[in-house]
């Protein structure tokens, strides 16, 4: 079946002055055109939490180095998000822009800031630390803060749960297996089971503490926290094995620790990834530089050299202030630009988008047969990740939205690209192929459904798994379609698994973007392209939503606090936040899916998008509109402000201009 290039339905209405609209897109279009690198690429800057740039000097000062005028500018950085969300904080750091305090990152932050010479009287100081000691102190930071104090010695070790190497000698069939936890979980944990048995202690040339920060004195604390999600029985059963295991610890057989830590190092040097680090994200990186450490490797050794040379790349220099990266998101972001270009039209778009892609040809994944081969040993490899390397964590979404580029830009353009071709036939195979069971994907594992191991004390951030999600179920989904592969089995599981997943009240959970309005535009989008009729009783719910959450401004806003405290998708009560040029557009693109171009609300979101468009063809936008981990980690994207008001606008330019209401692609 491919329904995607019937049109349908009567004539649009045009509501206002098209040139308005075509000096919109134009201007959008520009400004991309304009931020391409020469090799044909997109990268915008990818901004966590104070988290981060926290981490990195707490890195730093733990080997002794001391960089002044680094620090000045990662201080500088600090410093400024501290002042800008103290309305919000009371003083702290938030984990997203107009959120609350979030404990754990507020006590990085401020040991960072001691760390480089910020004296604890100081006033921005003080207002930290009592904005801490008022929401509990410091004794209620989530696992992996406590374990950075307490190679700071700042709390002791019991306040850590026990993970020992030895985890790496457990059959496959084991309730804890690396295999059953996710990828960002396995890079990060493998090197810091060493760390952790080790027990190393960081230089800290300037001997910080930070008591001050502490209600109850760390050594008399008795139950550190858990998290929100975890529940009984699971909660008293793990935290009765970790505490077996605490007192265990140092009779295990000597022999076994060295054959585990030795499994370690295997796994983190095989998969080390060059300069674009171990996993590709910044806390995995840290933890192989600290296993190295403890496992006594010269700080010249080649593989600590690559290791530090991938933290050092995510490092962001701007004007005064620097910060770090958690990750580099170049296939994601060039494979999006490419979609909203081909979206806006013209010569050099769709030119601009063709170079997008052929640098992304370069970039399949081939020859690695990823950890996703687990659980898919027959699987042909082929795809992409997120980042610039990855090679044994190719992205299923990234895969499908990069296939969907692709073949539009094919069609558009009528080019015969033999290598083109293979890449996405290969990805589609392998992306079909990481279906799990109910018909949904995740985005890095197949079937990683193991729900037991997020109530292990160690999983306290409820992220320890990688199990399907809507949103990136729907870019699968509408990849089958667009490719005329709805008929199969594969795409008419997923198109139930959606249904199923579907709220009571109309929307769907956005594990990856915030949260439902980005959940329900990759939901519609992918029924709207798989032949799902617009007066489907779940489109017209998804439409009623939509409706119903719009601001009064005509755009659409939604915050971290969206995501439950204790996990699961059901939507809290709770008050719309502010409207954002990225979800104004999501919320825009959702509607035109479900066959709503006309309605008065689309026109009313994008004037919004037009009036808030700045004259470079920009839009503003400090909001947290991305998703690491609900409840723990958000991102702000830097290239979303700018790609997805353009593809909304370009959209509905097309849908006015070619008379249809049904939108003729996946994405």
């Known amino acids: 079946m491919n329904v995607l290039r019937q049109p349908i339905g009567a004539a649009l209405p045009q509501h206002s002055d098209p040139s308005a609209l075509d000096h919109a897109v134009e201007s959008a279009a520009a400004h991309l055109l304009a931020r391409q690198r020469p090799d044909g690429h997109w990268v915008f800057e990818l901004e966590a939490d104070a988290t981060i740039p926290a981490e990195y000097l707490m890195l730093k000062h733990f080997f002794g180095q001391i960089e002044p005028e680094r620090e000045a500018r990662i201080g500088r950085y600090l410093r400024r998000i501290q002042a800008e969300q103290a309305g919000n904080t009371g003083g702290g750091w938030p984990l997203f822009h107009g959120g609350p305090l979030d404990i754990s990152c507020s006590v990085k932050a401020y040991l960072a800031l001691r760390l480089i010479g910020d004296a604890p009287d100081a006033p921005h100081m003080v207002q930290a630390r009592d904005a801490i000691l008022a929401a509990g102190g410091a004794e209620r930071s989530n696992v992996f803060t406590r374990s950075s104090l307490a190679l700071y010695g700042i709390v002791p070790w019991r306040a850590v749960p026990v993970m020992p190497p030895e985890i790496m000698l457990l059959p496959r069939w084991f309730p804890f ?24 202690q960081a230089a800290n040339p300037r001997g910080v503490t930070i008591n001050e920060l502490f209600r109850t004195p760390p050594e008399q604390v008795r139950e550190w926290p858990g998290g929100a999600h975890q529940a009984e029985p699971w909660s008293s059963l793990f935290k009765a094995l970790d505490g077996a295991l605490h007192r265990a610890r140092k009779i295990f057989p000597s022999s076994h620790r060295s054959r585990a830590e030795a499994a370690c190092e295997r796994f983190v040097t095989e998969r080390l990834n060059g300069e674009d680090g171990l996993g590709a994200i910044y806390p995995a990186m840290a933890n192989a530089i600290l296993m190295y450490h403890c496992l006594g490797v010269p700080a010249d050794d080649p593989r600590v050299v690559t290791a530090w040379s991938a933290v050092e790349k995510l490092v962001e220099d701007r004007e005064d202030e620097t910060y770090v990266q958690p990750c580099l998101s170049p296939i994601w972001d060039t494979a999006l630009v490419s979609h909203a270009l081909l979206e806006a039209g013209g010569e050099a778009q769709v030119r601009a988008a063709g170079q997008g892609l052929r640098w992304l040809v370069g970039r399949e994944i081939r020859d690695v047969r990823g950890d996703w081969a687990w659980k898919r040993p027959h699987l042909q490899p082929g795809g992409w990740a997120f980042q610039y390397a990855n090679a044994h964590y190719p992205d299923v979404d990234d895969t499908a939205v990069v296939v969907l580029a692709m073949d539009r830009w094919r069609g558009v353009t009528g080019t015969a690209d033999a290598e083109m071709d293979g890449a996405i036939q290969r990805a589609t195979d392998w992306t079909v192929g990481m279906q799990s069971r109910g018909g949904g994907w995740g985005a890095f594992d197949a079937d990683n459904t193991f729900h037991y191991l997020n109530h292990i004390p160690f999983a306290d951030h409820g992220a320890l798994l990688d199990p399907p999600t809507v949103d990136v179920s729907g870019r699968c989904l509408a990849m089958m379609a667009q490719l005329g592969r709805g008929d199969e089995a594969a795409a008419k599981s997923a198109i139930e698994y959606l249904l199923r997943e579907q709220e009571a009240d109309g929307s769907w959970y956005g594990r990856w973007g915030v949260n439902y309005v980005y959940g329900t535009w990759s939901a519609l989008t992918a029924l709207n392209a798989a032949g799902l009729p617009h007066n489907h009783p ?38 719309a936040a502010p409207s954002s040029a990225s979800q104004t557009a999501w919320g825009m693109l959702a509607l035109m899916a479900a066959g709503e171009a006309g309605h008065p609300a689309v026109q009313r979101a994008a004037e ?33 402000r700018r790609i997805f008001p353009l593809w909304a606008l370009a959209r509905l330019r097309n849908l006015r201009a070619s008379n249809t209401k049904r939108v003729g692609y996946g994405l």
Do not use: C
């Open 538 to 575: 779940a489109m017209r719910r998804a439409v009623g939503w939509l409706l119903e959450r719009q601001n009064e401004d005509g755009g659409w806003g939604e915050d971290g606090m969206s995501y439950p405290a204790r996990g699961g998708t059901r939507p809290d009560a709770r008050e």
């Open 177 to 200: 297996h690396i295999s059953k936890i996710s990828y960002w979980a396995r890079t990060v944990l493998v090197p810091l089971t060493v760390v952790m048995e080790r027990r190393p």
């Open 608 to 640: 919004w998008l037009m009036e808030h468009q700045t004259e470079d063809g920009d839009w503003p936008e400090d909001d947290y509109t991305g998703t690491g981990f609900p409840r723990v980690f958000y991102l702000r994207y830097h290239g979303y």
